[in-house]
Nanobody, 123 residues
Framework: QVQLVESGGGSVQAGGSLRLSCAAS????????MGWFRQAPGMEREFVAA????????NYADSVQGRFTISRDNAKNTAWLHMNSLKPEDTAVYYC????????????????WGQGTQVTVSS
């Protein structure tokens, strides 16, 4: 069965950095976009970043543009989210996501979700 295993979450002070990783297994993901969503308490799960199969196109939410970088290695079935200049409002559970289409910026486009990893940014 398909599994997306996330790691790298934790607690940091504002201005710090974290790197999240997502290792996928259980099937071939050829052609699938990968991305990250996040969900804060009482809020809906929102789009953060996505990257196409070829890694030729990336897309970021306005709130993280210029601070976060998404990357992938298809040979390892792994994606990363490098988060810099973290702010308290970045505090959320971050979910890795995979979808079969070229776009992955809506929850409805997600085929598989990771279990989530907590990111807490203190002021």
């Amino acid at each position: 069965q398909v599994q997306l295993v996330e790691s790298g979450g934790g607690s940091v002070q504002a201005g710090g950095s974290l790197r999240l990783s997502c290792a996928a297994s259980g099937r071939t993901f050829a052609g699938y976009a990968m991305g990250w969503f996040r969900q804060a308490p009482g809020m809906e799960r929102e789009f953060v970043a996505a990257i196409t199969w070829t890694a030729s196109i990336t897309n970021y939410a306005d709130s993280v543009q210029g601070r976060f970088t998404i990357s992938r290695d298809n040979a390892k079935n792994t994606a990363w989210l490098h988060m810099n200049s973290l702010k308290p409002e970045d505090t959320a559970v971050y979910y890795c996501a995979i979808g079969p289409g070229a776009r992955l910026n809506r929850r409805s486009q997600v085929a598989y979700w990771g279990q989530g990893t907590q990111v807490t940014v203190s002021s």
